[in-house]
């Protein structure tokens, strides 16, 4: 990373493992900071810690204070655009920190990659994702799609069965902006096949089809496709 830096951009990405999250970032080319945060177990396991709201914060404070020290960046360096991107369980962390305004408004761009799950309310007779699971999402694909922020959305269609899966929910987040899925019939990286697309302002969603595990790890394994859209400095 250059020394005259002022403002650097930063990537934040839970769950998937640092050495995936390594590659598919430095794929995509990015002149930027990436900070990986992998805990073993479920979405709780994120939530827990994040839900003090002091820990994302300091997170960047150290991150950005280690850089310094090193000689990364100048003495006088801040951070530019911050992103943060999470797979799987890695959701836990991001609900937690967005419920702290001051790092939703701070947060530039969000890139869920098969991520976000929710539980089940009963209503009209029918089950439906728990809008509380989801609320502070849905605030930011608002955002997004008012041209406000950036919010990438992938999903499979695993069906968990006792709780929301990526398809339900991303349907929650449709709604909340007002946006409407199309039919589409695309390539996606590495064999994937995007099946369905939302196009609003700066929310984006991409539905893959597949209903496997494989389905699900490969959202994780191409994050290079998405990567290439949040708006972080590229090396020339």
């Known amino acids: 990373m250059p020394a005259d830096m002022e403002h650097v951009d930063l990537v934040v990405h839970f769950h998937g493992g640092a050495a995936t999250a390594e590659r598919e970032f ?3 080319g990015m002149q930027a900071v990436l900070v990986t945060v992998s805990i073993p177990g479920l979405s ?5 810690p994040f839900s003090d709201p ?5 997170i ?3 991150t950005l204070a280690e850089l310094r020290q090193r000689g990364r960046v100048p003495a006088t360096a801040e951070w530019g ?3 943060v991107s999470s797979f799987s369980a890695g959701f836990g962390a991001v609900r937690a920190i967005l419920k702290v305004p001051a790092y939703f408004a701070r947060i530039d761009a969000l890139y869920l990659a098969d991520t976000l799950y929710a539980g089940y ?11 509380e699971d989801v609320r502070d999402f849905c605030r930011y694909a608002q955002e997004a799609a008012a041209g406000c922020k950036l919010l990438l959305v992938t999903h499979s269609y695993v069906e968990p069965g006792r709780y929301a899966g990526t398809h339900e929910t991303a349907d929650a987040l449709i709604a909340c902006a007002g946006a409407q899925r199309r039919a589409v019939d695309e390539p996606g990286p590495a064999g994937m096949h995007v099946i369905s697309r939302v196009e609003q302002g700066g929310f984006q969603v991409w539905g893959c089809a597949g209903q496997t595990g494989e389905a699900h790890l490969a959202h994780v394994r191409n994050m290079r496709y998405w990567y290439e859209r949040l708006p972080v400095t590229r090396r020339p």
């Open 121 to 131: 309310v009963a209503a009209d007779g029918q089950r439906r994702v728990d809008p």
């Open 60 to 62: 960047l404070e150290k």
């Open 26 to 28: 430095a794929a995509a």
């Open 81 to 83: 655009r911050v992103c």
């Open 44 to 48: 709780s396991a994120y939530e827990r």
């Open 54 to 58: 002091a820990l994302f914060g300091a």
